[in-house]
């Protein structure tokens, strides 16, 4: 069984969704069946690469409120968070653009690291105090080699500002006519649709009913038709 999920490195409401997520599929009876591949979705597509603002200041103006409610926002984030085990910084983050980011997650899936590349990002934006948006390149290969991908092939992503560019938009695509206008948004076997960072409770629950929606194999025989199998190959008497 295969699960996507849409996301983006800018949204807390992914980081946390993501800690509810694996704490259903770590129970899951049949968790070594289940793929996970983490598609891209930005938030704010539209923000050029050098605009980098804070956090509380992007909020408030996005959305209309003051800095206290903007500050109240962000403390329940962080108790939301911390209730999963993370850590997350109420204040002092900022935000920018997160296509690059991206483009890196669909090199490292390639190379069998995305889950891997995508916690430490995550880790790297809500928790500690470097800025993943301030530091340049250099950063993002710091942390893609700490998810055990290659320094010099990093770099030759971020150079090339084409690399997995169609990748990210194809997702992104994808994911406006799944009808997916938010994130995170998790797709089970594309079959079922979950929106939000929602309890794990309720992945438990839709774990098992993808799963056992599968549908088995239905096998078109009309008998006698030769075949191959480990004991060889039957030949025709005639």
């Known amino acids: 069984m295969r699960v996507e999920i849409w996301s983006d490195i800018a ?16 129970a899951f ?16 597509p539209g923000r050029a690469k050098d605009d980098v603002q804070p ?27 911390a209730a ?8 002092g983050r900022d935000h920018g653009n997160t296509f690059d980011m991206h483009r890196l997650l669909h090199f490292a899936g390639e ?26 390149a250099e950063r993002l290969v710091e942390l893609a080699v700490e998810a055990g991908l290659d320094a010099e092939a990093v770099r030759g992503v971020l150079a090339d500002p084409a690399r997995y560019a169609d990748d990210v938009r194809a997702d992104e695509r994808e994911a406006a006519e ?11 076997d594309r079959k079922y649709g979950v929106s939000g960072a929602q309890p ?29 199998g480990p004991d060889g190959c039957a030949v025709p008497q005639h």
């Open 11 to 26: 949204c807390p409401w992914c980081y946390v969704g993501k800690a509810r997520f694996e704490k259903a599929l770590a």
């Open 29 to 44: 009876p049949h968790r070594d069946e289940v793929e996970v591949v983490h598609r891209s979705f930005e938030l704010d």
């Open 55 to 81: 956090v509380l200041a992007m909020l408030s103006k996005k959305y209309g409120m003051s800095e206290a409610q903007a500050e109240a926002g962000e403390d329940n984030l962080g108790a939301q968070a």
């Open 84 to 91: 999963e085990g993370l850590d997350y910084r109420t204040r």
């Open 111 to 136: 190379q069998g690291r995305q889950d891997e590349l995508i916690q430490i990002l995550y880790r790297a934006n809500f928790a500690e105090e470097r800025s993943l948006f301030t530091e340049g």
């Open 178 to 188: 799944l009808g997916a206008n938010g994130v995170p948004f998790f797709v089970l």
């Open 200 to 228: 794990a409770e309720v992945f438990t629950q839709a774990l098992g009913q993808a799963w056992g929606a599968r549908s088995p194999l239905k096998l078109i025989d009309e008998g006698g038709a030769e075949a191959c």
